[in-house]
T-cell receptor
Framework: GQQVQQSPASLVLQEGENAELQCNFS?????MQWFYQRPGGSLVSLFY???GTKQSGRLTSTTVIKERRSSLHISSSQTTDSGTYLC????????????FGSGTRLLVSP | EAAVTQSPRSKVAVTGGKVTLSCHQT?????MYWYRQDTGHGLRLIHY???????EKGDIPDGYKASRPSQENFSLILELASLSQTAVYFC??????????????FGSGTRLTVL
């Protein structure tokens, strides 16, 4: 089964609304990261957050390793926030392997 | 700013044909990766490399070969393209083993359509 589950799969907001994106892991993990993918474009890193809470502007990431989950909170959404948000985890030891979630597609309308 | 450049940006190939996707990084990173992205599957790792002239299999290597002739260049080769290989392909590089204190730097992607 899929090791990284993201929810919701898609989300539509009115500008100014808040959003909460979830990422759940079925296995233990060493670290995790949130990425933003521009519509039809590349991925950029938002947060490297293996544990605890980190904030950057209107974005807040919270990871609880023991509960194998991470969330991304977007406050006061803007149309420019539209795109896909992916979380990625690095599995245990024994070589490099990163597993991505399938993403949450966010559309913020004016 | 780290830079990863992919070429071509898009390609249409015929079934059974050979396709080569190229990736060039100017980050001086040791690690490079090839991922494919399909709707509903996120990104999946095909091949990766941590040193020139050496490549490693990722999670879905079947039907793909990789080549790392230099630290800067990493190619993905489809010897016999198939319909199921229609996808968007991303190259990435990193200093270390990926999702760690260092981040992954991605190219803009190559949209491959196999007809």
């Amino acid at each position: 089964g899929q090791q990284v589950q993201q929810s919701p799969a898609s989300l539509v907001l009115q500008e100014g609304e808040n959003a909460e994106l979830q990422c759940n892991f079925s296995t233990s993990l060493n670290s995790m990261q949130w990425f933003y993918q521009r519509p039809g474009g590349s991925l950029v890193s938002l947060f490297y957050n293996p544990s605890g809470t980190k904030q950057s502007g209107r974005l807040t990431s919270t990871t609880v390793i023991k509960e194998r989950r991470s969330s991304l909170h977007i406050s006061s959404s803007q149309t420019t926030d539209s795109g896909t948000y992916l979380c990625a985890m690095e599995r245990g030891t024994g070589g490099y392997k990163v597993v991505f979630g399938s993403g949450t597609r966010l559309l913020v309308s004016p | 700013e780290a830079a990863v450049t992919q070429s071509p940006r898009s390609k249409v190939a015929v079934t059974g044909g050979k396709v080569t996707l190229s990736c060039h990084q100017t980050n001086n990173h040791d690690y490079m990766y090839w991922y494919r992205q399909d709707t509903g599957h996120g990104l999946r790792l095909i091949h990766y490399s941590y040193v020139a002239d050496s490549t490693e299999k990722g999670d879905i290597p079947d039907g793909y070969k990789a080549s790392r002739p230099s630290q800067e260049n990493f190619s993905l080769i489809l010897e016999l393209a198939s319909l199921s290989q229609t996808a968007v392909y991303f190259c990435a590089s990193s200093v270390g083993t990926g999702v760690s204190a260092e981040t992954l730097y991605f190219g803009s992607g190559t949209r491959l359509t196999v007809l």
